[in-house]
């Protein structure tokens, strides 16, 4: 997989985090707690999904060659992946 398109696929997950981050921030508990619990347990996959993809974009990060110029794509993606885990565990405490 080419650079580009590891920094675009990198995108899309970054896009998600923000999205689970508003999701955390609005997040309400309703008197419906099944209900609480399925979307919570729903964004807990999806960052769970987030931590293997980004894991596997690092390990596609190796394996480019080494003229490629990977600017700070490595340091963002475990920025990334720090960042995913911080939701992980808010979204645990809830």
Known sequence: MS?????????TFKTI???IKSFITAFQS???SIKDNIELNNK???VKDILKGLDDIKIAL???PDDVDLKD????????EEEAQEIKVSLLVF
């Open 30 to 32: 309703s008197e419906d």
């Open 73 to 80: 794509s490595l340091e963002i993606t475990v920025y990334m």
């Open 17 to 19: 985090i923000n999205k």
């Open 44 to 46: 807990l996959t999806s």
């Open 62 to 64: 190796y394996a480019l």
């Open 3 to 11: 650079l580009t398109a590891l920094n675009r696929q990198r995108g």
